[in-house]
């Protein structure tokens, strides 16, 4: 096993299912296919034959999103609309080999002045947006869309697309605007294997942005990271750091760049500077060993990086760039946005009785009761 990424990761696997009281005669495959990276650890975990359908059907599926990516890059690239493609459907056919990564969705970035035509575009390409209460919050507060294709003969065929024009910060549990993608992500981006994407140092800055924005329980983003980081990005620590830092994830992305350097074995990048060794930054690296990571996100359920509770917040804690924000965490738990209190209860009568409600949950969640 020759991969300096697989054998650590599938080793951390095993060690995690074991954790997690998986029983299976493959335990660390298992929790692979719930964590949605199955296709890259069977390559190195089992027989390849053992897995073969599944490999087939994520193939399958990976090759209608590339396609339907490259038709709305084309779009978008005719009309003259800056834009790019990041996370698992940038990284298909470099990072990774057919069939290896669960993707649900495309990720696709345009600039805020290019929304309305970005939308417009998408739209006449059969998307449709999900209805209010589907999206990941209300319009005010948002900095992006969920849009979906239905497939014309399966179900196999339909196709999510998060159009973003923003990133949602990681001062707050709930969405808020204005965090955009800085000017030096779209000044640096590459033409990628089909489709723009950004530079490696810029794209595992995002990454790390996108694992922060999950509470670490995103394990396809750990692998993007990973992949990234053994194939492509090896310079420009510099632009790592400055992106980073302009998303609120510079102690993150110091700490788990050098978290790689420790499991991963690889050479340290120029230019990032150590992690931090408070004592939050030393909570932080051990939650960041790789074993103890896999375990954290397979105990999580589905929406758990969604879901306001102590728990989240004490998590978020460890991630943020100054621990001062952390009141910032507390008002979005107990006294949310009235835009969101409407969003989350409709049926209320008042904006007293929603934030009654969210109360009630966030006391439910931190009891431990179901709400």
């Given at each position: 096993m020759r991969d300096p990424v697989a054998g650590p990761l599938c080793g951390a696997l095993d060690r995690a299912a074991a954790a997690l009281g998986v029983t299976a005669a493959a335990p660390g495959l298992v929790l692979a296919r719930r964590l949605g990276?199955?296709?890259y650890v069977a390559r190195y975990h089992v027989p390849p034959d053992a897995t073969r359908d599944q490999r087939l059907v994520r193939h399958l599926r990976e090759e209608l999103l590339c396609d339907a990516a490259q038709e709305i890059s084309r779009a978008l690239t005719a009309r003259e609309v800056p834009h790019f493609f990041a996370r698992g459907i940038?990284?298909?056919g470099t990072l990774y080999a057919p069939g290896d990564r669960e993707m649900a969705d495309l990720d696709l970035f345009v600039q805020p002045g290019s929304v309305a035509a970005a939308r417009e575009l998408v739209t006449g390409l059969g998307y449709v947006e999900f209805p209010p209460e589907e999206q990941s919050g209300p319009a005010a507060l948002r900095s992006s869309?969920?849009?979906?294709r239905e497939g014309t003969r399966s179900a196999i065929e339909s196709i999510d697309l998060d159009l973003h024009w923003g990133l949602e910060p990681i001062t707050r549990l709930l969405p808020r605007p204005g965090t955009e993608v800085p000017d030096g992500v779209w000044q640096s981006l590459r033409p990628g294997a089909?489709?723009?994407?950004?530079?490696?140092a810029h794209h595992a800055a995002l990454l790390v942005h996108h694992l922060a924005h999950h509470d670490l329980l995103h394990a396809p983003a750990l692998l993007d990271l990973a992949l990234l980081r053994r194939d492509e990005w090896r310079t420009d620590g510099d632009g790592y750091e400055e992106v980073a830092r302009r998303l609120g994830v510079l102690r993150l992305a110091r700490a788990v760049h050098w978290a790689h350097v420790r499991d991963f074995g690889f050479a340290p990048v120029a230019g990032v500077r150590p992690a931090p060794s408070d004592r939050r930054g030393r909570r932080l690296e051990g939650a960041l060993v790789l074993d103890r990571w896999l375990a954290w996100a397979g105990a999580a359920g589905?929406?758990?990086h969604v879901t306001v509770t102590a728990r989240r917040v004490r998590r978020r804690v460890l991630l943020l760039d100054r621990v001062t924000d952390a009141r910032l965490l507390l008002v979005d738990?107990?006294?949310p946005p009235r835009e969101?209190?409407?969003w989350r209860w409709p049926a209320a009568r008042s904006d007293a009785g929603a934030w009654l409600q969210h109360v009630r949950q966030v006391a439910g969640k931190a009891l431990g009761r179901r709400s």
């Open positions: 990276i199955e296709g940038a990284l298909v869309v969920n849009l979906s089909a489709l723009p994407v950004p530079a490696p589905e929406t758990e738990a107990l006294f969101h209190l409407r």
